[in-house]
Every structure is written in structure tokens, then in C-alpha cells.
T-cell receptor, first 113, second 111 residues
């Protein structure tokens, strides 16, 4: 069966520090991968998605970047965190076809102080 | 613009009652619609997936319906239990790789 792992679960980082959140999927190949952010009291905002290794689509201009160095690994990064980067970050995957179900990781709570 | 709306934002229901959560979307050209559950501080758990060609899907006490022409979906929960308390999110795939989410309905089941 397929599983998705996301870590760390919580993170407190000072303003201006770098960020690296990692997400891996097991039990499937060539999945679509997604990073979402959920701010307090707001809906899920799609940040990045990837349909293959090295293929990253950005949804909103921001202080973050994403990379997909391996088929089932998706990394969310920042060189210098801002206070506004605080939030709940969720990784998700789905099969490569448009009619398939999406599955989410357990999320990372990021607090920038 | 493709949008998903969930009303109400919060709902409280006595235990044992049946209830309906609503989701509306702006574009009828969808691939599928998915209902999720989110517990506080946790990730999203997929509950039901309805393809664009389907009218409803059922899983246990949950039944989701889809009416593309009116841009609406409902999630029906039968015989509600305190463990059903969570935020319920509706997400629509509008014909590309992305899922567009509603802001959710926070459901509280009162024992």
C-alpha cells in the first residue's frame, strides 16, 4: 500500500533562517506531488506541484521554493524565513491521472519567531 | 475564477442526529470532487471521492452526492457520533493537476 511521510511534525525557526521540509511517498511510482499551506482560519493554498522529477510548478510568488530530486521525494525550502511563512504545511500525492484520489501527509506546523 | 465554497463555517449538532454538509463550486467542468476530514493539528484524511460521472458515493455512515449542473455536493453523515467532530473539507479538481479547496465546515457533535 502507499504511504506518505512528512517531517518534521513541528518546527520553530527564527526570522531569516533557512527552511527545509521533506516529503516522501512509498508504494507508487511517478506520482503527482503537492505542497499546500494552511494559515490559521483560512483554507488550503496550493504552493507548488510536480508531475515529475525536476518539474515544479509554482502557484503563488513567495519566499519559498520546491524541488523534486527523486521520483518520490518533494522538498520545500526557503533561504530566509519571514514571519508570514508561519503556518501548517501539508504534502500530498496522487496518481498521475486527473481522476484519482489525493492523499495527504500529517503536516508540519512551522512557527517563525 | 474557479472557487469552492463551504457553508456554514461551523455547525453544532446533538449526538445521534443526521446532518448534511454543503459544498458549492463555480465551474461544472470538473474531473472529481473529494471530501476530507481534518482533526485539529493533523493532516487530511480522505473520506470519499466522487468522479464527475457519478452521482453519489457511500462509505459506512457517510454518503456524498454530486450535482455538477448546479455546482453542488453534499456530505451526509448518519447517526452522528462525538468522534465525527472535526473540520470537513471539500476539494474539487477542475480539470488540471490541482485540487481547489473550500475553507471547510467545523463540525461539533454534542454528547
Amino acid at each position: 500500500s502507499q504511504t506518505i511521510h512528512q517531517w518534521p511534525a513541528t518546527l520553530v525557526q527564527p526570522v531569516g533562517s533557512p527552511l527545509s521540509l521533506e516529503c516522501t511517498v512509498e508504494g507508487t511510482s511517478n506520482p503527482n506531488l503537492y505542497w499546500y499551506r494552511q494559515a490559521a482560519g483560512r483554507g488550503l493554498q496550493l504552493l507548488f506541484y510536480s508531475v515529475g522529477i525536476g518539474q515544479i510548478s509554482s502557484e503563488v510568488p513567495q519566499n519559498l521554493s520546491a524541488s523534486r530530486p527523486q521520483d518520490r521525494q518533494f522538498i520545500l525550502s526557503s533561504k530566509k524565513l519571514l514571519l508570514s511563512d508561519s503556518g501548517f504545511y501539508l504534502c500530498a500525492w496522487s496518481e498521475h491521472w486527473l481522476d484519482t484520489e489525493a492523499f495527504f501527509g500529517q503536516g508540519t506546523r512551522l512557527t517563525v519567531v | 475564477k474557479q472557487e469552492v465554497t463551504q457553508i456554514p463555517a461551523a455547525l453544532s449538532v446533538p449526538e445521534g442526529e443526521n446532518l448534511v454538509l454543503n459544498c458549492s463550486f463555480t465551474d461544472s467542468a470538473i474531473y472529481n470532487l473529494q471530501w476530507f476530514r481534518q482533526d485539529p493539528g493533523k493532516g487530511l484524511t480522505s473520506l470519499l471521492l466522487i468522479q464527475s460521472s457519478q452521482r453519489e458515493q457511500t462509505s459506512g455512515r457517510l454518503n456524498a452526492s454530486l450535482d455538477k449542473s448546479s455546482g453542488r455536493s453534499t456530505l451526509y453523515i448518519a447517526a452522528s457520533q462525538p468522534g465525527d467532530s472535526a473540520t470537513y473539507l471539500c476539494a474539487v479538481r477542475f480539470g488540471n493537476e490541482k485540487l481547489t479547496f473550500g475553507t471547510g465546515t467545523r463540525l461539533t457533535i454534542i454528547p
